[in-house]
Structure formats: structure tokens, C-alpha cells
């Protein structure tokens, strides 16, 4: 059986990119050495001979049963081998420490000079002049007729683009459950009511396991991995386009999104969700998944793949009753239905002194090519059933099991799709949500006053 990569879909639905890692480890990688060289990626005969310092977050431990991770470092190990005459110094931190670090070195003014750069993140540090322009880069690669040109939005900023978005296409906001843990609570499929939810809460309290665990340990985790799926079902899926595109129909006050953020509190009080959840982490939470205590599990891709091939490996009867879900709204919320937020949220980006030294910034632009191009897209596509920036014809499925086609098809065919709240705007305003929306959940603060204190930092940001 064929099926095509939906590029029609995945152009016009944003990819997720791996937006979180796994681990807390610090991993300082040497070059990889050098074989037999495979050809280079785009330009052979790269004049630099010098050092490139690089600076991302998929970690050996990220990548164990990730795609997008697996497939970025397979490409970066392609292409130190080809350039062994660069020395390619990588930094490689988990997700969380990786997003503190590198926004203390462009406060610093102290970039690296190949990195991932963060969507919301974009605008600053363009307007600061900390990276570089990348349009006449991306127009004249090699494989620009392949580019999905809605991936390139977060990375714009006055009509330039600065970064080629990274890594794979997948969801922030997947609901994985055990079927059978759920049949035994009386539902054939998860439920797409809240109310169904509260319901199967009292089968599962008397069973001693938690419905539906959740880690928000690092705070952007009740941000990128539900409201900004959820919020959905009440503003309805443009409403935040509005918000990003500032045409003063929309705002974080509107009384819809401040329903939102009250039925968020009202359901993270309600004890469906692990009382643990503001304290942990959602690599810890994904844990009490895997073992049983809890019915069901809300994350992201990256998510998606440690759990399923880490239940494949250890337990095949659980492994083949995964199923995936969107995550239901109370029925006041009818704006929409059935929403995942998908896009890709990170983008390889170079600093901007590079350009003072031209060699070197061929080499940079070599390896941003390689990192993103079709080599990338077609090893995701082949091995894990996931797509890139780069177009990839089809894939086949038949090379692959029943869960991983399901995970497939939910997550480019039969769900609705919305944006990733944190692959837009200035990072100040997510810092005052993320923090204050934790809050919130430990009942320190209301919904409206969330509501207005991220809608006063996103006017301080304009």
C-alpha cells in the first residue's frame, strides 16, 4: 500500500518540530571520522578549512526511537565525514537547557555560529541584527522548488527570512491512550467529550491509576502541548492567525480565550491529570504512561516516539493497543472540533558575523542545506513515516505496522490543524503565559488575570 506524503497537506498544516527533548544530560560531541566520504551535499569542494561552532538539542538520549533527532544527527555525521577538513565543534544540550543557553548568548551577543533558532525568538534577534538574512540563501538552494513554503512563517520577519526550518513535521498535542484500559471503562475509542472524561475519571480512580497524565515541569508545557491545541475549540482555529498577524480583530482578552484558560484550571483541578503535574516533567509523566499508572498521556511527537518504542520493545500486547486522540473540550466549546497544533518550530539560522568571513559561510550554508534538504526528508520519510521541510513523493506504508500508520494518518489526515502557540510572537510573552499560566494551574491566579497580563506584554512586544 502507497500513500503519498500529503504534500498538499503538509504545505498548507504547519509541522511540528521536535519541540522538547528527552534528558537532562549536557553532550559535547566530537566529529564524526572520517570514512568514506559520500558525496557533499550541495557544493563539493568547500574552501574552508576552519572550525564551526554548532549549538542544538537533539541529544543521543533524544534520539533514541526519534526520527527527527535520529535523521538530524544522521545527516550531521554525513556531513562531517564529507568536510573533514572542518572541524565541526558541536554543543548539544537538552531541549530545556538548550533554550536557556542560547538566549543568554544573543543577550550576550555571543551566538554560535550554526544553531537552531526558536520561531518566537525570530523578530528580536533580526531586529537586533543577531542573524542572518537568509532569503537569497534559501532562494538560491538547490532544493528550493522542494521547500513547503508555509514552514518558512515563523522564521519571517519584514517580509525576510531568516532560518531553514528543522527537524520533522509533527504534532505538540497528541492524546495517546491504552485501548483496553479505556474499553474497560467503558469506551470503545477515547472520549470526545470532557464530560465522557470525568466520567472514565471514576473508573479509574477506583482502579488506583491516573486518567490522563501530564508534566509541566519546564512551564512551556501547558503552552505548546495543550492550550494552544484547546483554545481551539473556543476561538476557533484563526483566531490566533489574527494574534500573529496583528490585525486587531483578535486578542488574548476576548472572553472566548479567557474560557479557555478557565476550563484549563477547572480540568488540572478536576484530578483527571497526575497531582504531580506542575512538578514533573513530561518525560517523567510519559513514565507513569508507560508503566500502567495512568490510562492516558497528552505530549507531543517527540512524545509519541519514545513511548511507542519503548512499549514495542518491552510490552507487545500494549504496544498494538496504542491509540491516538485529540483532546475533547467541555460543550459549551463548539468554535471548533478535533484539533492537533502541528508546525515546525525551529529553524537552522547563522549569526550574523559569520558573513565576515565568506568561506566559512559557504560552509554554513553547506551544512544548513544538508541538515534540511532531501537527504534529511527522504531518511525520515523511509524510516520513520515523517516529513521535513523538503517535498518527499511518496512513502510506504506498508513498511510499516498498524500503530505507526494510525499515528500517520492522525496526524496529517484526520485531524483538524492549528498553530503552535510558541513558533510566533516575541519570547517576553510567552515567558509572562508560560509562568503565569503555571501559576494558574496551582490556583494562585485567575484566568483573566492571565488573560491580561499576556495581553499586556504582547502590546509591550508590538
Not at 505538540?172 to 477515547?190: L, R, S
Not at 492537533?340 to 544548513?368: R, T
Request: glycine share 8%.
Amino acid at each position: 500500500m502507497k500513500k503519498k506524503l500529503l504534500s498538499v497537506v503538509l504545505a498548507t498544516a504547519m509541522v511540528a518540530s521536535l519541540l522538547a527533548g528527552c534528558g537532562a544530560k549536557t553532550e559535547a560531541e566530537a566529529p564524526a571520522a572520517a570514512e568514506e566520504a559520500p558525496a557533499a551535499d550541495a557544493a563539493a569542494g568547500l574552501a574552508y578549512t576552519g572550525e564551526i561552532d554548532f549549538m542544538h538539542f537533539s541529544t543521543s538520549e533524544e534520539a533514541e526511537g526519534n526520527g527527527g533527532s535520529m535523521g538530524f544527527r544522521t545527516m550531521i555525521d554525513e556531513w562531517t565525514t564529507a568536510n573533514a577538513g572542518i572541524t565541526l565543534n558541536q554543543n548539544v544540550l537538552a531541549n530545556d537547557e538548550y533554550k536557556t543557553q542560547i538566549a543568554t548568548l544573543a543577550a550576550a551577543d555571543d551566538l554560535p555560529d550554526v544553531f537552531l533558532l526558536q520561531g518566537m525568538n525570530t523578530k528580536a534577534w533580526a531586529d537586533q541584527g543577531l542573524i542572518m538574512d537568509m532569503t537569497d540563501i534559501i532562494a538560491q538552494s538547490p532544493y528550493a522548488a522542494d521547500y513547503n513554503e508555509a514552514y518558512f512563517a515563523p522564521f519571517k520577519a519584514a517580509d525576510k527570512t531568516y532560518g531553514l526550518p528543522a527537524l520533522t513535521g509533527g504534532t505538540c498535542t497528541v492524546v495517546i491512550y491504552d485501548k483496553q484500559m479505556w474499553k474497560d471503562a467503558g469506551f470503545d475509542t477515547f472520549p470526545t467529550t470532557w464530560e465522557d472524561v470525568l466520567k472514565a475519571k471514576e473508573y479509574f480512580d477506583g482502579e488506583g491509576v491516573d486518567t490522563i497524565a501530564f508534566g509541566n515541569g519546564g512551564q512551556w508545557q501547558i503552552n505548546s502541548c495543550f492550550i494552544s491545541a484547546v483554545s481551539s475549540l473556543f476561538v476557533g482555529t484563526d483566531w490566533y492567525l489574527s494574534i500573529i498577524n496583528n490585525d486587531g480583530k483578535a486578542n488574548f482578552t476576548d472572553q472566548a480565550f479567557v474560557d479557555c484558560l478557565a476550563f484549563t484550571q477547572e480540568a488540572f483541578a478536576s484530578g483527571v491529570f497526575n497531582e504531580d503535574f506542575n512538578a514533573i516533567t513530561n518525560e517523567d509523566a510519559r513514565e507513569y504512561f508507560i508503566a500502567g499508572d495512568a490510562a492516558a498521556f497528552v505530549g507531543g511527537n517527540w512524545d509519541e516516539a519514545y513511548i511507542t518504542s519503548t512499549i514495542k520493545e518491552a510490552d507487545a500486547a500494549k504496544y498494538e493497543n496504542i491509540g491516538f486522540a485529540t483532546f475533547p473540550g467541555p460543550a459549551s466549546a463548539t468554535a471548533a472540533k478535533n484539533v492537533q497544533n502541528i508546525g515546525l518550530g525551529y529553524a537552522v539560522a547563522i549569526n550574523s558575523k559569520v558573513a565576515e568571513d565568506p568561506d566559512k559561510l559557504a560552509a554554513c550554508v553547506d551544512l544548513a542545506y544538508k541538515l534540511t534538504g532531501p537527504d534529511f526528508a527522504n531518511y525520515v520519510a523511509t524510516n520513520y513515516a515523517l516529513g521535513g521541510l523538503t517535498k518527499v513523493a511518496d512513502v510506504d506504508l506498508s513498511a510499516f505496522d498498524s500503530v505507526m500508520v494510525d499515528f500517520y494518518n492522525w496526524s496529517y489526515v484526520d485531524t483538524t490543524t492549528c498553530e503552535i502557540f510558541d513558533s510566533y510572537l516575541d519570547g517576553s510573552v510567552w515567558s509572562v503565559f508560560n509562568s503565569e499560566a503555571q501559576e494558574m494551574l496551582n490556583g494562585d491566579k485567575d484566568a483573566e488575570t492571565v488573560a491580561a497580563d499576556t495581553q499586556a506584554a504582547w502590546e509591550a512586544s508590538k
